[in-house]
């Protein structure tokens, strides 16, 4: 794909052994335009994933055989980076956190609306089609958003999508509060509830990988605000 043309047919697949939930959010994405392929298992999926070209992947988490975890530490272990969205029952920030690290770029949690999962589906396809733009750089740190590479002191960092997406819109406003509304009508599609600690959740995760080791911590919380690099 070539990156230019969001209104090319997208391929979709979906991993999900409720057979029925499966069907019905394939049935939605259909209607919408996409072209969906279906795993029940996770043999299956990650199978499918693998050898097959696709523009996202919607992942459950507790699948029969392999399950949605590891299913996208491998894809992203053997470089793919399709983007994922989890679809999970669980929803302690623990199980947010896990996901998120193992290299998903998003969340939903069940019971949740097909207008949320169509929504979050076309935010994280327009972004991975997105122009990159220059280099950045913070004192030591530098990211790039063409290799989507981040490095500190020639250290690098390896973060989540998310985490990345996060810390370029910080580095954006180098000096300036970035508010946490900001970082989720950026990061996020606009139907993100913006109850959600997701945010925090993210940004400690995101501090602790660019801080550890260092003396000079980056990323500061300005109290009911948001953050500041
Ligand atoms: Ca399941």
């Known amino acids: 794909m070539d990156g230019s043309k969001y209104t090319s047919l997208m391929r979709l697949l979906i991993i999900e052994d409720e057979i029925r939930l499966n069907d019905i959010i394939k049935k939605g994405l259909v209607?919408?335009?996409?072209?969906?392929?279906?795993?029940?298992?996770?043999?299956?999926?990650?199978?499918?994933?693998?050898?097959?070209?696709?523009?996202?992947?919607?992942?459950?988490?507790?699948?029969?055989?392999?399950?949605?975890?590891?299913?996208?530490?491998?894809?992203?272990?053997?470089?793919?980076?399709?983007?994922?969205?989890?679809?999970?029952?669980?929803?302690?920030?623990?199980?947010?956190?896990?996901?998120?690290?193992?290299?998903?770029?998003?969340?939903?949690?069940?019971?949740?609306s097909f207008v949320e999962l169509k929504s979050r589906v076309h935010?994280?396809?327009?972004?991975?089609?997105?122009?990159?733009?220059?280099?950045?750089?913070?004192?030591?740190?530098?990211?790039?958003?063409?290799?989507?590479?981040?490095?500190?002191?020639?250290?690098?960092?390896?973060?989540?999508?998310?985490?990345?997406?996060?810390?370029?819109?910080?580095?954006?406003?180098e000096g300036e509060v970035t508010t946490r509304t900001k970082i989720i009508e950026h990061v996020w599609d606009y139907n993100f509830d913006v109850m959600s600690n997701i945010v925090d959740v993210l940004v400690v995760t995101l501090r602790k990988k660019i801080n550890s080791g260092y003396e000079n911590k980056l990323i500061k919380t300005v109290h009911g605000v948001g953050y500041i690099i």
Request: aromatic content about 6%; glycine content about 8%.
């Open 31 to 112: 209607e919408g335009g996409f072209a969906v392929d279906q795993a029940y298992d996770g043999e299956e999926g990650q199978y499918l994933a693998g050898s097959e070209s696709y523009d996202l992947i919607i992942l459950d988490l507790m699948l029969p055989k392999i399950n949605g975890i590891e299913i996208c530490k491998n894809l992203r272990k053997k470089g793919n980076k399709t983007p994922i969205i989890i679809l999970t029952a669980k929803s302690t920030t623990e199980d947010k956190i896990t996901g998120l690290d193992s290299g998903a770029d998003d969340y939903i949690t069940k019971p949740f």
């Open 123 to 173: 935010a994280l396809i327009r972004r991975s089609h997105q122009n990159p733009s220059p280099v950045l750089k913070v004192q030591g740190l530098i990211l790039n958003p063409l290799s989507h590479v981040v490095t500190r002191e020639k250290k690098q960092i390896k973060l989540t999508p998310k985490e990345f997406a996060i810390l370029e819109l910080l580095m954006r406003s």
